[in-house]
Every structure is written in C-alpha cells, then in structure tokens.
C-alpha cells in the first residue's frame, strides 16, 4: 500500500485508488444532509495531500502550512470582497499564483536548513502572516473576518446553492485533480529523488542531485495545492476567518495527516476523513468534551499505529496473507 | 601517465589544529593508490578535501588538468569524482536496484523531470541491473537495503558510485565492519573494476591494501611521510615504528 516513487514502481492506477472516488460520487447522493460537512472534508483532504508532498514524501517537517491555506483563501476572498472579481477560475488563479510566489520566496530562504530551526521558521512564517492579515482590516476584515464575497456560476452555468451542491462538485473535481497531479509526481523521477532525500539527505548531494532546487520545486508545489485548498474553502464559505492561518490549523492538519498514514497518498484521504467525522459526532454528542475524545483517538494511534490507519491496515493484511499460504 | 587527480600545498586548519599539512598528492590514470595512516591521521579530511566537502585553508585540487578547489561538490562529482562513505550511506528504505537507479538517472541527467513515470524510463532501472549483475548482486537487487547483510551493503555502496561513471574513485574504506571471510568478496569487486578509472583507497586492513594497491602513501598528523610501492613502504623502518609501533598496544 505504501506508494513510493521508485524506478520500479508501477505508475498504473490501481482498482483501488478508485475506490475514494466512488465514495465521493455515492455520497452526494447517499448524504444529500451532509454535503457541507462533505465539501469541508474534500478540502482538507486536499490541503493534507499537499502537506503529504513535502512531509511524507520530500522529508521537510512543517508546522507552518496554514500559511499557504490562509494566503490562497485570503486571495480569492480579497480578489472578489475588494476587487469585484466574482470568477472562480480566476479566483481559484490568483491563490495559485500568490501561493507560488509565496512558497518560492520563502522556501528559498528557510529550506537551507533543516530539522527544528525549519520547524521554528515554517511556524514563524504563518504567525507572520497572520498578524498581518490581524492588522490589516481595511482589507482582510481583521478579527471579524472577510465577508461580502461574492462567487459567480461555475461556467456560467452552476450557481452556489444553498445546499452545498454545487460547492460539492466543485471540490471533488479540484481534488480528484490535485490527486491525479500528485501521484503524477510522486511516480515521476523527480518524486523518486524526493523519497532519495528523505531516505539519506547527504548521499543525494554526493550522487550530484540539485538538493535545494529539488526541495524548493516541491514545496512551491505544495504551497500551490494548499492555495487552492484555502480558495475553495472561501468559495464554499463565502466568508475568510482568520484562523485559517492559525497555528492550530497547521497542527491539526498534520494531526489529520498522521493519523491517516505519512508518505502514503490515501492516508491524506482517510486521516481527515475520520478526524472530521469524529469530530462532527463528537461535537454533537459531546458538546463540551469533544476534544478529550479527539485527544484520546491521537493517543491510541500514536500508541498502538505509528504509521497511522493505513499501516494497521498494512499489516492487517499482511497477517491474513501468512495465514491463507 | 597522467595525473587524474592532483592537491598542491593543500592545507587544512580548525582553528589551531592543523589536519591536513602542506598536502603534494598525485593520482596517476587508472591508478590503484592506497592511502593508509593511523587513526587521527587526517585520512577522511583528505578525502573530504578531494570531494569538496570540506574547503582547504590553502593550496589547490587539481581534478582532470582543471583547478577544482572552488568548485561545489556537484561540479566535481560531474566532472568525474565519485567516492563511497567510511561508513554506509544508503537509501535504506528502497531496494537495491531502486538504490543504484537512483544514481544512474542523476548522471543521465533525468532525474528532475516532473511526469512522466519513472518505471517508463526502462533504460535507468536496465543499466542498474547490468552493473549489480556485474558485481554479482542481481539476486539482491529487489531487496531492501534495511534488510541486507552489511557486506552486501558495502557492495551497493560501490555500486552506487560506480553508477555515476566516475574517471576516479575515492573509496573511504569499503571493508570497513565486513567480517573478515567476506572480504575477499569486496576485494573481488575492487580487482574487477574497470582498469581507466584512477583508484585511491582508504583502509585499515593491510591485507587488502597489499594486495590491492600498485602505489601507497602514508599520511602521519595530516603530512605526507612516505610514498612508494608495497614493497619499498614494507621495507621502510619509519613506516613501521610511526604506522605500527606507537599506536597498536
């Protein structure tokens, strides 16, 4: 199940990997009710896909990726609540494009070094973002948050609707290619030199690998897939807050990514399912102790599942393979 | 002969501690020089100081006729200058074959393209299998290195660098943790290796360095003491007084 880009890996779709998607299609029409907690899901399965890129599979720990979420969805908010740009392509462009800028400014800078002091500047970068996006009210709205904007038909063809319909769809088609461009890159030679150094930094160096430039290309990549997510996400909402750029954001997210399984391409798909339906019921049930049941989930998967749902699976089997033989 | 590989004057200080001292070292085309030396002799500073991993306090690295001191160690690894590390330094989570591919597409120069599959390019992972097999591992080269014997591990460190077509090969003891009846499988390999490519070698089993090396310099406190052949170095009493005596109780 473990998806590493080798010289000797398949790159065919498996049937498998089909089975996401087919989930995502039956649930539109299984859980009409659900459909906004659903789109809320399929965002930050692309959020986590993109932090897989950069933690899973090119080894550079971040606690800062809110700051590329935050950028992409104060981008397109701002582009329609202060410019009038009510496009989704165009909104969905702009975050893009400031995420790449972004990503390609700062990563030149802080992928030099490594371990905790990039820990610390990834983190340093989100705060920084989020104190200017605090400060700036005449254009992100401060504390009381981005509102006023305005998104128009996709094509000219499918409004917003109050249901999350057409938010849904949306998502699903975004994510399923944020999906497709990932594992295109993970199976490419440039995600193989990746697994390269995560697996051993210095050797990469010494078989004469680019390192800098390669860790750079990935994590402006990155940084571009979590700008869509944070656009889609206002797009849904109609509305930026600034906690997307919090730390907790991040810290949840990378919560939602180990508890489906590092390195692994569907353990972005099944960590934020699980975390936010548990969360969602939780909530409901526990309105006030919903977070010890959540703090609970993480003990026992850091206990018990290192590698997360995706390795338990792994070995579950593993097990009944021995055992058929 | 000419020389592949050249230092003149080479120099190395932390702070005070001088670890490479006024350094004349040359590595004729496919040569089979040995380096040998006490412990703390400043063998792997000089190594390091040929691959560019460390900058030299003075003096110069001359690598194919062209001065290298300034050059980065990507410059020098493509112009020719590959080594293997004292201690393994593998991609342990991937297989062999997947280890040496690696490699093999850094040099073709294919190594950063964005989408095409990387099993579609057949000619890496073909080439990969033709040098294991060459070195008698192809019934390895599935297997991941985590789970390899460690002399078997010390092969795909040869194989690595070899996969990167070096015209001189710095090799930073390769026997090095090999029990001592798997040794004579490294020294296989080594003899095996192809005659134009300029060898300098770095070890403590003097079997093999004997056996192995047409050339020996002896590196005392980061100078040169000695240079000549296997039987002029067995000859010499100072070898024997700085190389044995003080150092091995």
């Known amino acids: 199940m473990r998806h590493n880009g080798s010289y000797s890996a398949s790159p065919r779709i498996g049937l498998l990997e089909w089975l996401p998607w087919a989930i995502g299609v039956a649930a539109f029409f299984l859980m009409p009710e659900y459909l906004s907690l659903g789109a809320r899901i399929l965002i930050f399965i692309l959020y986590a896909l993109s932090l897989d890129l950069v933690v899973g599979y090119a080894g550079i720990v971040t606690l800062g990726h809110s700051a590329f979420f935050g950028l992409g969805a104060y981008a397109a908010g701002i582009l329609s609540a202060r410019f009038g740009v009510a496009d989704p392509a165009l909104q969905l462009l702009v975050a893009m494009t400031a995420c790449a800028l972004m990503g390609l400014a700062t990563g030149a800078v802080i992928l030099r070094t490594r371990g905790l002091t990039l820990l610390m500047l990834t983190l340093a970068i989100a705060s920084i973002l989020l104190e200017v996006a605090n400060k700036a009210t005449s254009i992100t709205g401060g504390a009381d948050g981005l509102s006023g904007i305005v998104v128009a038909p996709i094509l000219g063809l499918f409004r917003f609707d109050l249901f999350g319909k057409t938010a849904y769809w949306l998502c699903l088609a975004v994510l399923f290619v944020g999906w497709w461009v990932t594992r295109r890159l993970i199976y490419s030679p440039f995600g193989a030199s990746l697994v390269g150094i995560r697996e051993n930094h210095v050797r990469m160096v010494a078989i004469g690998s680019p390192v800098p430039r390669r860790l750079l290309t990935a994590y402006t990549i990155s940084a571009v897939l979590a700008g869509v997510a944070g656009a889609l996400l206002t797009q849904t909402n109609q509305f930026v807050g600034l906690n997307v750029l919090s730390f907790e954001s991040s810290g949840e997210l990378l919560v939602m990514l180990i508890l489906g399984g590092v390195g692994r391409i569907y353990g972005a798909f099944i960590g934020p399912v699980v975390y936010m339906i548990a969360q969602d019921m939780l909530a409901k049930q526990f309105p006030e102790y919903w977070s010890l049941g959540i703090g609970l989930l993480l003990v026992i998967i850091v206990l018990f599942a290192r590698d997360g749902i995706l390795g338990i699976i792994d070995r579950l089997v593993a097990l009944t393979r021995k055992e058929a033989r | ?249």
């Open chain 2, 1 to 249: 002969m000419t020389a592949v590989l050249q230092t003149r004057g080479l120099c190395k200080r932390f702070g005070a501690l001088t670890v490479a001292d006024n350094i004349d070292f040359t590595l004729e085309a496919g040569a089979r020089h040995a380096l040998i030396g006490p412990n703390g002799a400043g063998k792997t500073t000089f190594v390091n100081l040929l691959t560019g991993r460390l900058s030299p306090s003075a003096g110069t690295v001359v690598l194919g006729g062209e001065d290298v001191t300034r050059l980065s160690q990507q410059e020098r690894i493509r112009r020719g200058l590959g080594r293997t590390f004292q201690i393994n330094s593998l991609f342990r989570g991937l297989s062999v074959v997947d280890n040496v591919s690696l490699a093999v597409a850094e040099r073709r120069g294919v190594s950063g393209r964005l989408f095409r599959p990387a099993s579609q390019l057949s000619e890496v992972r073909d080439e990969a299998m033709e040098l294991l097999r060459s070195l008698g591992m192809a019934d390895d080269a599935q297997v991941v290195i985590a789970n390899l014997a460690y002399g078997k591990q010390r092969l795909v460190e040869i194989a690595i660098t070899l996969a990167m077509k070096p015209r001189v090969l710095l090799l930073d003891e390769p026997a090095a943790g090999v029990p001592s009846l798997e040794t004579h499988r490294i020294l296989d390999v080594l003899d095996a290796l192809p005659a134009e490519i300029g060898i300098l070698i770095i070890e403590h089993d003097m079997d093999l360095v004997f056996r192995f090396a047409k050339r020996i310099t002896i590196l005392v406190n980061g100078a040169t003491l000695l240079e000549g052949t296997p039987e002029e170095i067995a000859a010499d009493p100072r070898v024997r007084e700085v190389y044995l005596g003080e150092r091995h109780e």
